[in-house]
Protein backbone atom coordinates (compact mmCIF):
# COMPACT_ATOMS: atom_id res chain seq x y z
CA UNK A 1 0.00 0.00 0.00
CA UNK A 2 2.17 3.09 -1.03
CA UNK A 3 0.92 6.63 -0.36
CA UNK A 4 0.11 9.55 -3.04
CA UNK A 5 3.07 11.72 -3.49
CA UNK A 6 0.50 14.79 -2.58
CA UNK A 7 -0.14 13.43 1.07
CA UNK A 8 3.89 13.28 1.62
CA UNK A 9 4.17 16.64 0.42
CA UNK A 10 1.55 18.05 2.31
CA UNK A 11 2.87 15.91 5.28
CA UNK A 12 6.37 17.70 4.87
CA UNK A 13 4.93 21.34 4.30
CA UNK A 14 2.87 20.56 7.39
CA UNK A 15 6.43 19.44 9.61
CA UNK A 16 8.37 22.09 8.01
CA UNK A 17 5.72 24.83 8.82
CA UNK A 18 5.64 23.99 12.50
CA UNK A 19 9.12 23.46 13.08
CA UNK A 20 9.50 27.22 11.61
CA UNK A 21 7.23 28.35 13.50
CA UNK A 22 8.91 27.10 17.05
CA UNK A 23 12.03 28.14 16.32
CA UNK A 24 12.28 32.23 17.58
CA UNK A 25 14.73 34.47 17.71
CA UNK A 26 16.38 33.23 21.07
CA UNK A 27 17.29 29.53 21.26
CA UNK A 28 17.39 27.13 23.90
CA UNK A 29 20.70 27.35 26.07
CA UNK A 30 21.36 24.51 28.05
CA UNK A 31 24.36 26.61 29.82
CA UNK A 32 22.22 29.67 31.02
CA UNK A 33 20.44 28.71 34.43
CA UNK A 34 16.75 29.66 34.48
CA UNK A 35 14.66 32.70 36.03
CA UNK A 36 13.36 30.99 39.09
CA UNK A 37 10.91 32.49 41.28
CA UNK A 38 11.29 32.11 45.14
CA UNK A 39 9.85 28.91 47.04
CA UNK A 40 6.66 30.37 49.24
CA UNK A 41 7.05 30.17 53.19
CA UNK A 42 4.36 27.81 54.01
CA UNK A 43 3.02 27.63 57.46
CA UNK A 44 4.91 31.19 58.43
CA UNK A 45 2.77 33.96 57.99
CA UNK A 46 4.82 37.25 58.73
CA UNK A 47 7.79 35.93 58.09
CA UNK A 48 10.15 37.86 56.03
CA UNK A 49 12.19 35.68 53.30
CA UNK A 50 15.92 36.70 54.04
CA UNK A 51 18.16 36.96 50.46
CA UNK A 52 21.16 37.11 52.01
CA UNK A 53 23.59 33.89 51.57
CA UNK A 54 24.85 34.24 55.02
CA UNK A 55 21.72 34.13 57.06
CA UNK A 56 21.76 31.10 59.68
CA UNK A 57 19.17 29.55 60.46
CA UNK A 58 19.20 31.44 63.96
CA UNK A 59 17.96 34.25 62.56
CA UNK A 60 15.16 32.78 60.51
CA UNK A 61 14.18 31.34 64.12
CA UNK A 62 14.18 34.36 65.98
CA UNK A 63 11.97 36.21 63.48
CA UNK A 64 9.00 33.41 63.14
CA UNK A 65 5.98 35.10 64.76
CA UNK A 66 5.03 33.28 68.31
CA UNK A 67 1.98 31.30 66.93
CA UNK A 68 0.91 28.19 68.67
CA UNK A 69 0.90 24.94 66.68
CA UNK A 70 -2.28 22.03 67.74
CA UNK A 71 -3.91 22.15 70.79
CA UNK A 72 -2.46 22.27 74.69
CA UNK A 73 -6.01 21.23 76.74
CA UNK A 74 -5.27 18.33 78.40
CA UNK A 75 -6.33 14.84 77.64
CA UNK A 76 -8.81 13.10 80.72
CA UNK A 77 -6.38 11.83 83.47
CA UNK A 78 -8.72 8.83 83.61
CA UNK A 79 -8.19 8.30 79.75
CA UNK A 80 -3.86 8.85 80.00
CA UNK A 81 -2.10 5.78 80.22
CA UNK A 82 0.44 5.49 83.40
CA UNK A 83 3.85 6.29 82.05
CA UNK A 84 7.15 8.10 84.11
CA UNK A 85 9.62 10.25 82.51
CA UNK A 86 12.99 8.44 82.87
CA UNK A 87 15.30 11.41 81.28
CA UNK A 88 14.88 14.85 80.16
CA UNK A 89 17.89 16.40 77.91
CA UNK A 90 17.66 20.27 77.13
CA UNK A 91 18.29 19.96 73.53
CA UNK A 92 18.64 24.11 72.65
CA UNK A 93 19.65 24.53 69.14
CA UNK A 94 19.30 27.46 66.84
CA UNK A 95 17.37 29.48 68.64
CA UNK A 96 14.58 26.65 69.61
CA UNK A 97 13.87 25.55 72.88
CA UNK A 98 13.58 21.86 73.00
CA UNK A 99 13.61 19.05 75.36
CA UNK A 100 14.65 15.08 74.76
CA UNK A 101 12.50 12.74 76.25
CA UNK A 102 12.70 9.29 77.67
CA UNK A 103 9.31 7.89 78.77
CA UNK A 104 8.85 4.32 80.45
CA UNK A 105 5.58 3.01 79.81
CA UNK A 106 3.94 -0.43 79.29
CA UNK A 107 1.88 0.98 76.95
CA UNK A 108 1.99 -0.45 72.89
CA UNK A 109 -0.25 0.78 71.17
CA UNK A 110 -0.71 4.23 68.95
CA UNK A 111 -3.73 5.17 70.42
CA UNK A 112 -2.04 5.30 74.13
CA UNK A 113 1.16 7.14 72.32
CA UNK A 114 -1.21 9.81 71.13
CA UNK A 115 -2.68 9.79 74.50
CA UNK A 116 0.55 10.50 75.88
CA UNK A 117 1.56 12.63 73.44
CA UNK A 118 -0.93 14.77 74.08
CA UNK A 119 -0.68 14.86 77.88
CA UNK A 120 2.79 16.19 77.23
CA UNK A 121 2.68 18.78 75.17
CA UNK A 122 0.42 20.18 77.50
CA UNK A 123 2.75 19.66 80.25
CA UNK A 124 6.01 21.16 78.26
CA UNK A 125 3.89 24.06 76.35
CA UNK A 126 6.58 26.19 77.36
CA UNK A 127 9.05 24.41 74.89
CA UNK A 128 9.08 24.70 70.47
CA UNK A 129 10.06 21.06 70.21
CA UNK A 130 9.66 17.92 72.55
CA UNK A 131 11.12 14.51 71.44
CA UNK A 132 10.35 11.37 72.95
CA UNK A 133 11.10 7.51 72.56
CA UNK A 134 8.98 5.31 74.57
CA UNK A 135 10.32 2.42 76.36
CA UNK A 136 9.13 -0.82 78.52
CA UNK A 137 11.54 -1.17 81.50
CA UNK A 138 8.93 -3.89 82.99
CA UNK A 139 9.71 -6.83 80.99
CA UNK A 140 12.63 -5.79 78.69
CA UNK A 141 14.56 -2.10 78.07
CA UNK A 142 12.83 -2.13 74.33
CA UNK A 143 12.15 0.97 72.07
CA UNK A 144 8.24 0.84 71.81
CA UNK A 145 7.73 4.00 69.72
CA UNK A 146 8.61 7.74 69.55
CA UNK A 147 6.92 11.27 69.26
CA UNK A 148 7.80 14.48 67.77
CA UNK A 149 5.52 17.17 69.24
CA UNK A 150 5.97 20.45 68.53
CA UNK A 151 4.52 23.72 69.75
CA UNK A 152 5.40 26.74 67.43
CA UNK A 153 6.50 27.27 63.81
CA UNK A 154 10.23 27.20 65.26
CA UNK A 155 9.43 23.95 66.91
CA UNK A 156 8.08 22.65 63.09
CA UNK A 157 11.49 24.13 61.82
CA UNK A 158 13.95 22.73 64.50
CA UNK A 159 12.03 19.46 64.01
CA UNK A 160 13.01 19.32 60.01
CA UNK A 161 9.50 19.92 59.08
CA UNK A 162 10.87 22.81 56.48
CA UNK A 163 7.32 22.75 54.57
CA UNK A 164 5.49 23.00 57.61
CA UNK A 165 4.09 20.42 60.11
CA UNK A 166 3.17 16.59 59.28
CA UNK A 167 -0.12 17.16 61.11
CA UNK A 168 -2.13 20.05 62.70
CA UNK A 169 -2.69 18.57 65.89
CA UNK A 170 1.04 19.56 67.16
CA UNK A 171 2.36 16.00 66.96
CA UNK A 172 3.25 13.05 64.73
CA UNK A 173 3.25 9.33 67.01
CA UNK A 174 4.93 6.19 65.64
CA UNK A 175 4.49 3.24 67.73
CA UNK A 176 7.27 0.42 66.71
CA UNK A 177 5.78 -2.84 65.05
Not at 71 to 99: K, M, N, W
Not at 135 to 149: E, F, R, S
Request: charged share 25%.
Amino acid sequence: MSRPPASIAAFVFVAAFLCAGCAGDEGISAVRTPELKEVPAIMEPGRQSSKASGSSIREDISAMPDLKVGSFERPDPAQVPEYEILDRTPSDRDGAHAVRLLVDSRSRTQKDFEIIARDLKARFAGYDAISVEFTDTHDVLAYTGAALIYNTPAGVYYMGFVYGPPSPKGYYVRAAE
